[in-house]
């Protein structure tokens, strides 16, 4: 059984936030505009976390983070759902119930990342968005939480090809819209269950590290470190 | 009576009525197709197959709705017209730019995504397994309506030893 899992490589991301717009576009994110974004209300189910306070003047180091839903073997959010609409999946991916869920919001209080988003709002797309939107996933509606899926559906369209063509899904057939769109191939995604993929032989290099390691979320998104 | 209480009972009586009526009438929104297609006469005499109309049923998530073409493949305008009204309208449209404006009656809720390429094709499905009356029907369904319910899927799925995680089918 595989086992999906990226590799965020952060000496190789140059924050173009290309991984940002193909996400948006991907998974049908509207945009909240200026008065909800001051709120803290926006959609990025990829977002870019600012480090900065490093480094002096004149050469501050200001540091950006990719960070997607970490699709946690261990994940909090899953523990306190009281309504089974969030769970991990036997390959390991967290997804979550759109019509199950039905917004009491301890799971993004739960989630140490923050990766999950409550919808305020009946979701909205000006033209000529609207008429461009991703037919393979759902518009989620007002009071419901959402979050990365890892495109869950792109899977399911690789899946349904290798079927009809009557052979085993083949290796970088299914990759997320975030590490196809990455142009500085930062982002690598695949089967960490196999030792042979370069995402496994990467998340075991000695960049490798996983954000907030000490609270045991063990989370499958994994990031490098600068270096050699 | 207390204002409040018989704002109360009136909602209370008028919500019961509405649940009896809703249980009472068949479901979905009514629907009136352009022209009263009879499927018992093209699966049974004719002896076609689904997938001659439906064309898309085992390459697609949509099974897809015939265009006119599809139809005047097998009718000829110049020898049945007139014989019969339902055809008429198939050559109205024929002789006109527009297509023969089907309406969808197997509707699944928003966030439900069913592919008929995954269960013709990798689970080799008869198209019957899931519309056993459909060769019976002398006209349109009068209404949508889901085919389908989660029970039944489930139960297909776990008799198969198929998976069933939710994000198979929801998303």
Redesign the interface.
């Known amino acids: 059984m595989a086992k999906w899992g990226m590799v965020i490589d952060l000496d190789r991301c140059t924050a173009c936030q290309g991984c940002v717009t193909a996400c948006q576009a991907e998974n049908n994110l509207p945009p909240t505009g200026a008065v909800e974004a001051d709120r803290g209300r926006n959609y990025t189910w990829m977002e870019m976390i600012p480090f900065s306070g490093e480094g002096e003047h004149p050469k501050p180091i200001e540091r950006l983070l990719p960070r997607p839903c970490l699709h946690c073997d261990n994940p909090p959010c899953v523990k306190v759902c009281p309504v089974g609409a969030t769970?991990k999946?036997?390959e390991g991916?967290v997804?979550q119930?759109?019509?199950?869920c039905i917004g009491c919001r301890y799971c993004t209080t739960a989630c140490p990342y923050t990766a999950r988003y409550f919808n305020w709002s009946t979701p909205k797309w000006p033209a000529p968005m609207s008429d461009h939107l991703n037919p393979?996933?759902?518009?989620r509606p007002k009071g419901v939480v959402e979050k990365c899926?890892l495109c869950?559906?792109r899977l399911?369209n690789a899946r349904?090809q290798a079927?009809?063509e009557n052979r085993p899904l083949r290796s970088g057939e299914y990759v997320t819209a975030c590490a196809e769109a990455c142009p500085a191939g930062a982002m690598v995604f695949g089967d960490m269950s196999n030792p042979e993929s370069e995402v496994s032989k990467l998340a075991h290099s000695r960049r490798a590290f996983k954000l907030l390691e000490d609270l045991g979320t063990d989370p499958k998104v994994i990031y490098l470190r600068e270096g050699d | 009576m207390r204002p409040f209480f018989t704002v109360l009972l009136i909602v209370i009586v008028l919500g019961a009525l509405v649940t009896l009526v809703k249980a009472l009438v068949p479901g979905g929104v009514p629907v009136d197709q352009p022209i009263a297609f009879n499927h018992a006469l093209h699966l049974g005499d004719a002896g076609m197959e689904c997938g001659q109309c439906h064309t898309d049923a085992a390459?697609s998530r949509f099974a897809g709705l015939p265009g006119k073409e599809v139809c005047l493949d097998c009718h000829d305008i110049d020898e049945e017209e007139g014989s019969h009204p339902e055809k008429d309208k198939l050559f109205a449209y024929a002789d006109s730019d527009d297509e023969i404006p089907w309406e969808r009656v197997a509707l699944t809720?928003?966030?439900v995504?069913f592919?008929h390429?995954?269960h013709v094709?990798?689970g080799g499905l008869d198209c019957l397994h899931c519309h056993p009356d459909q060769p019976l029907l002398t006209r349109p369904p009068a209404t949508t309506g889901l085919v389908m319910a989660m029970t039944d899927c489930i139960a297909c799925h776990e008799e198969r030893s198929h998976?069933v995680?939710?994000?198979?089918c929801?998303?």
């Open positions: 769970f999946n036997e991916i997804g119930i759109f019509s199950r393979d996933v759902s518009i899926t869950h559906h399911q349904d079927r009809a | 390459t809720a928003p966030d995504f592919s390429r995954r094709t990798a998976t995680d939710c994000l198979t929801h998303r």
